[in-house]
Nanobody, 130 residues
Framework: QMQFVESGGGLVQPGGSLRLSCTASGFSLDGYTIGWFRQAPGKERGGVSCTSMNTGRTYTVNSVKGRFTISSDSDKNTVYLQMDNLKPEDTAVYYC???????????????????????WGQGTQVTVSS
């Protein structure tokens, strides 16, 4: 069974840090473009940061650039999102998603999510509050 498992969410104070993990099982992330997305209450889900497992290139949206960093570990079949200097407006459910790299780009995936036969994780809650 092909699936993602996200972990690392939780409650953190403003200015704090969290590292989210997204581990794939049932398939290898090699050849995929992976993205982190988030959905805050009452808002649409949107892309945060995306990376190509083929090229290593990354893209991060302006609202979190300089605070969030995406990285990957092929041996662990895992993609990470390091989140620093967290703000209350970062509160959301965070999801990872993947799509085969021949179908998408880091920009397209972050902009629109998987368009074809992609995969989504179940999400992990991040709450930034004092």
């Amino acid at each position: 069974q092909m699936q993602f498992v996200e972990s690392g969410g939780g409650l953190v104070q403003p200015g704090g840090s969290l590292r989210l993990s997204c581990t794939a099982s049932g398939f290898s992330l090699d050849g995929y473009t992976i993205g982190w997305f988030r959905q805050a209450p009452g808002k649409e889900r949107g892309g945060v940061s995306c990376t190509s497992m083929n090229t290593g290139r990354t893209y991060t949206v302006n609202s979190v650039k300089g605070r969030f960093t995406i990285s990957s570990d092929s041996d662990k079949n895992t993609v990470y999102l390091q989140m620093d200097n967290l703000k209350p407006e970062d509160t959301a459910v965070y999801y990872c998603a993947a799509e085969e790299s021949y179908i998408t780009t880091i920009y397209a995936l972050c902009d629109s999510g998987p368009a074809g036969n992609g995969y989504w994780g179940q999400g992990t809650q991040v709450t930034v509050s004092s």
